[in-house]
């Protein structure tokens, strides 16, 4: 287990970046765990979330729990080149056995909800952009006394939590964080998943619990039983026919002309009705 919290989840210059981090929180795995694993594609996709993490959350650090596939070759270019990124490596966490053998890629990205020297973890996906509709969201969040935050921004999102589009204020629970945190280390949690392991588990363990401690973000399915509580987005989508973008979606999306259908009036803001785009 953790070591009184001397030690990051991550590696040791993490450590050394000291407590109070907001850390957006990737998995990055390969062939082994992924058939459709490309490294040319790996490092486009990772090259482009940098970059809008310059963008849209500067302070912020990126963490990206990675498997064997990625050796010094590739860490060390970016981590010279960008100082907001730490690789961590699943298999030598400080204080940690091997992660790697128990629990499925999706999940690594979850550690950071038990590390002490961060105060805000928010999960996402290597292959979907940060924009400023998330980030409009995310802030309204913050301004909130709520620990968690769930977005759901297309007609597909029907699921709970999705592994990508969630966010954690451990700061306002450390207690919550540890029992999290414990899950996951639990070598029984994962045995009877597939691969969509981490918004089922995610389901299973973690929205039972955080119902009156969330703020939710539904364009879409805000009638849904698992939908009740939640809000519109705070911010307009862009109109139908300029671009196909949304909170999640897999590049490229933004910035091209597809069509994208209208949100139902029940999830537009009670002042917007008008909002066929919300």
């Given amino acids: 287990m953790l070591d009184d919290g001397k030690s990051s989840l991550c590696n040791r210059f993490s450590t050394l970046r000291g407590e109070n981090q907001s850390v957006i929180s990737i998995s990055l795995f390969g062939s082994k765990e992924n058939a459709m694993f490309s490294i040319n594609s790996t490092l486009k996709f990772l090259n482009e979330l940098i970059a809008d993490m310059y963008t849209f959350y500067p302070r912020w650090i990126l963490r990206i729990y990675h498997d064997a596939t990625i050796d010094s070759s590739i860490i060390c270019p970016i981590e010279c080149k960008h100082l907001n990124v730490d690789?961590?490596?699943?298999?030598?966490?400080?204080?940690?056995?091997?992660?790697?053998?128990?629990?499925?890629?999706?999940?690594?990205?979850?550690?950071?909800?038990?590390?002490?020297?961060?105060?805000?973890?928010?999960?996402?996906?290597?292959?979907?952009?940060?924009?400023?509709?998330?980030?409009?969201?995310?802030?309204?969040?913050?301004?909130?006394?709520?620990?968690?935050?769930?977005?759901?921004?297309?007609?597909?999102h029907n699921v709970r939590m999705l592994g990508g589009m969630w966010g954690f204020r451990t700061e306002l629970n450390r207690s919550f964080a540890a029992e999290f945190l414990k899950k996951i280390l639990d070598h029984s949690s994962f045995t009877h998943y597939d691969n969509r392991s981490d918004q089922i588990f995610l389901s299973d363990h973690i929205w039972p619990r955080i119902q009156n401690d969330i703020i939710v973000h539904d364009s879409f399915l805000c009638q849904k039983s698992y939908g009740k509580n939640s809000r519109p987005f705070p911010t307009r989508r862009r109109p139908l026919n300029e671009t196909n973008c949304f909170v999640g979606c897999v590049r490229p999306c933004c910035g091209t002309s597809k069509p994208f259908s209208e949100c139902p009036v029940a999830c537009r803001p009670k002042n917007h009705p008008e909002w066929s785009t919300c």
Avoid: Y
């Fill in 87 to 156: 690789f961590c490596n699943i298999s030598a966490i400080p204080t940690l056995e091997n992660l790697g053998n128990f629990i499925p890629p999706k999940i690594w990205r979850f550690l950071p909800v038990g590390d002490t020297f961060v105060n805000v973890i928010t999960s996402r996906d290597l292959d979907s952009p940060l924009i400023q509709r998330e980030l409009d969201a995310v802030n309204e969040w913050f301004q909130s006394n709520k620990s968690f935050h769930v977005m759901r921004d297309h007609p597909n």
